[in-house]
């Protein structure tokens, strides 16, 4: 069949008209025109807007956007907000160039373009565009936008608000476009995104914010927080005409890394059960708000449950953030409600943290604070806090701190400055050693307590001191935090190096766990070099011996005491301490009722005499330790009342040495004399007293002396002996000898006239009451 070529022009023209009616995929002619925007310079770690703006569709019909990048330098990570919308949010983590394919697309039609982005390290920019945190809000009057967190360093900045988008049928104005801080109203609700420009000759920052504008009455819940953040984002008040309604909520764990997260006052945070919130060590946190009583920062619980939640964990590294006015409650999950991590420093103020399972602040070993004032820490599980010694210096006085005491770790002050710690009435809970030393000072004040944990103790060493000031009818108080006899080991005071600590009104309980230094446990046990001024103080319940200071080159002040309930003796001394002991002291209920003396090292003082008072109850002095004998070698006194027990075999002689004239003044009187006597009542226990130096105030009135005169194989024996060789002499009067093992008083004839008496009386003496030599 043929057909005419008028019929086949006919038949192409109803074809091409055809085609023309329709969009066909084949048509050469593509409608799309994609812009990427003109190339721009950015900040590391700040986000540079991609505005795809000015792309077009010559069909006037919608189409899709997609932004990728292309290249970038070797090693940097990408983030981009918005990658399927008209204007997107870039973040990349290293300096130098990045390219943006932006690619549009409408039925099978696509178009691209690129854009340079050059970003730069700068630690501070500028110039920077914050344009606020995207956020829900009801419809009703003017809506704040808000730029006054931009960065604006250069002078004739120019600031311009733009509208990019907007709910259809809606209109929009702006009040002053120009002004960082102004508002918008909108007519209708819907999506509003706007868009901050900051222009200062070349340089040129921008910034997107969008606020969801909701109905009235339309219940909006919070803003969900589900991922890291890892750019500086600002969370602002959403709810602001409902302070108790939640702005935003995090449903997963969620930290802050290479970022700075800022939240404003009057935001409220909700965490689901078993999420938290960590600030990385490259991250930073500010939470600052001064109204505390009308727009708090609130972190809880989505339900009000202690231990609902995780807590705060802040690991930074960077230079502590302002944080005040906020409120941590309803956490514990991980035993905590804020814990600062090693090598990060806390600035918090003005803040509660209330209502969380375990401790309310837990403070790592080598944490920092910055400042800590005016906070409260109360109705937490565990404790309110957990903190290094060395950082309660830090903590000032008004902070209210209740629910339990504060708990102190790595007992460690070693910054040789003056530490004084808070009285609060929780007290505190020492759960290490507490070491104070490199010539540093704690000091503890009225009302304070101390509960010391089970085998832990106090040292003061290195030149350190401890202070401790108490009043009458508020004493500071250490005793065991098991409220039994050895809960805790005690104070040991060592190496002064011409400090001298000091502890006044203190009532001090529950130690003598184990012995701190040398073989015997103490309530306050002084070292080599210890120096130590003791007043108006109690000494309780110990396991072992009250006061111990029976090492060398040690100093005692005492006065007015009182050391009760302990095991073993309420005081242990040197003989060189013994005149340093306080003839006031008070002594009640202890097991071995003696001061126990130790006569290692001779009794010798230069310029004055060395004075032995006794005490106003009459305990004893017993003899004992390293050295049992009593050397004395310069002059000694012994006065009225005072008792000395000498162990079997002992004795005590008085002789000249290293140039010191040596001599013993035994000071009884009427109805109080002086006793000496052996541990035993048995006759001829210890050997006696010897006087081998021939001075005036070689003088025993007013004594009883007992039990001496041991017997000896190939000599002679008395209780008291007058020698020839060295010189000795004595005046011996008004003066009972009972139970020698020989002989009462014994001198050479050649030298009998160096022996005055008068008034003697023996008894039970099997031997001679004077007995003379040849």
């Not at 939470?287 to 619980?301: E, K």
């Not at 242990?572 to 126990?596: C, I, K, P, W």
Request: aromatic letters at 8%; charged letters at 20%.
């Amino acid at each position: 069949m043929k057909i005419k070529f008028s019929q086949l022009a006919l038949l192409l023209f109803a074809i091409i008209t055809l085609a023309g009616c329709q969009e066909q995929e084949n048509d050469p002619i593509n409608p799309l025109t994609a812009h990427a925007g003109e190339e721009t310079a950015g900040f590391v770690g700040y986000s540079t807007i991609l505005d795809g703006s000015l792309s077009a569709n010559s069909t006037g019909k919608p189409f899709t956007y997609k932004w990728e990048v292309t290249s970038r330098p070797t090693g940097a990570t990408v983030t981009i907000e918005g990658q399927e919308e008209v204007l997107a949010k870039f973040y990349g983590s290293l300096p130098g160039e990045y390219t943006v394919k932006l690619t549009i697309s409408y039925l099978t039609w696509q178009d691209t373009d690129t854009v340079i982005l050059t970003l730069t390290a700068d630690a501070e920019p500028s110039l920077l565009a914050v344009a606020g945190e995207d956020r829900f809000q009801e419809i009703g009057g003017a809506m704040a936008l808000n730029g006054s967190a931009s960065v604006l360093n250069g002078a004739s900045v120019q600031i311009l608000w733009e509208n990019v988008s907007k709910p259809e049928n809606s209109t929009v104005t702006i009040q002053n476009p120009s002004l960082l801080e102004t508002s918008f109203n909108p007519s209708i609700a819907g999506e509003y995104l706007f868009k901050l420009s900051l222009t200062s000759g070349v340089l040129k920052s921008q910034d997107l914010v969008k606020i969801t504008v909701l109905e009235g009455g339309s219940n909006q819940g919070p803003i969900i927080i589900n991922a890291d953040i890892l750019q500086d984002r600002t969370l602002t008040n959403v709810f602001v005409t409902e302070s108790d309604k939640l702005d935003y909520l995090v449903t997963k764990d969620v930290a802050v890394r290479g970022a700075k997260l800022t939240i404003e006052p009057g935001v409220r945070i909700g965490f689901e059960e078993g999420t938290g919130l960590t600030i990385a060590e490259n991250g930073s946190m500010k939470a600052y708000t001064l109204l505390v009583d009308t727009s708090p920062i609130v972190f809880q619980g989505k339900e009000a449950q202690k231990g609902y939640w995780d807590g705060i964990q802040i690991l930074s590294q960077n230079p502590a953030e302002y944080i005040s006015g906020i409120v941590i409650r309803d956490a514990g999950k991980l035993g905590y409600g804020l814990k600062v991590g090693s090598g990060s420093k806390l600035y918090l103020t003005l803040s509660q943290i209330e209502k969380n399972a375990g401790v309310g602040i837990l403070f790592e070993i080598g944490s920092m604070i910055t400042e800590f004032k005016s906070n409260k820490i109360k109705e937490n599980t565990a404790a309110p806090m957990r903190i290094p010694a060395r950082l309660m210096e830090h903590i000032f006085w008004d902070s209210v701190i209740e629910g339990g005491a504060i708990q102190i770790t790595e007992g460690k002050i070693l910054s040789g400055l003056e530490n004084f710690w808070p009285n609060y009435a929780v007290g505190y809970d020492i759960i290490e050693d507490l070491v104070i030393y490199n010539g540093s000072s704690l000091v503890l004040t009225v009302g304070t307590k101390l509960n010391m944990g089970n085998d832990k103790a106090i040292r003061v060493i290195s030149g350190s001191v401890l202070r401790i000031l108490g009043e009458a009818n508020n004493p500071v108080i250490i005793e065991g935090k098991n409220k039994s006899k050895g809960a805790w080991r005690g104070i040991f005071i060592e190496n002064s190096q011409m400090r001298v600590s000091s502890i006044g009104f203190a009532e001090i309980r529950h130690a003598g766990s184990t012995a701190i230094a040398g073989q015997s446990a103490a309530t306050i046990k002084l070292g080599n070099g210890g120096r130590l001024k003791l007043f108006k103080t109690t000494l309780d319940e110990g396991k072992g011996i009250g006061l111990e200071a029976a090492a060398s080159t040690m100093i005692l002040e005492m006065a007015d005491n009182t050391i009760k309930n302990h095991l073993s003796y309420p005081i242990s001394v040197t003989a060189q301490m013994v005149e340093h002991l306080d003839y006031l002291t008070r002594f009640e209920n202890n097991g071995v009722n003696e001061v126990a003396v130790d006569g290692f090292n001779a009794l010798a003082k230069d310029g004055g005499e060395i004075i032995w008072k006794g005490f106003a109850e009459r305990i004893p002095y017993v003899v004992k330790g390293l050295g049992k004998d009593l050397r004395i070698q310069s002059g000694m006194r012994i006065k009225a009342g005072v008792v000395i027990k000498m162990q079997d075999g002992s004795s005590i002689d008085v002789q000249d040495a290293n140039g010191r004239l040596a001599y013993l003044n035994i000071e009884g009187a009427a109805g109080n004399p002086v006793i000496i006597q052996g541990v035993n009542d048995t006759a001829g226990s210890w050997y006696g007293i010897t006087y081998s130096t021939n001075h005036a105030q070689n003088v025993i009135n007013q004594a009883i002396i007992r039990n001496a005169g041991k017997t000896m194989s190939n000599n002679f024996s008395a209780a008291i002996t007058v020698d020839n060789v060295p010189q000795g002499s004595l005046l011996l009067q008004n003066t009972q000898i009972i139970k020698s093992g020989q002989h009462g008083v014994a001198i050479t004839r050649q030298f009998s006239d160096f022996l005055r008496t008068s008034n003697l009386t023996f008894e039970s003496i099997p031997g001679q009451e004077i007995f003379v030599w040849q």
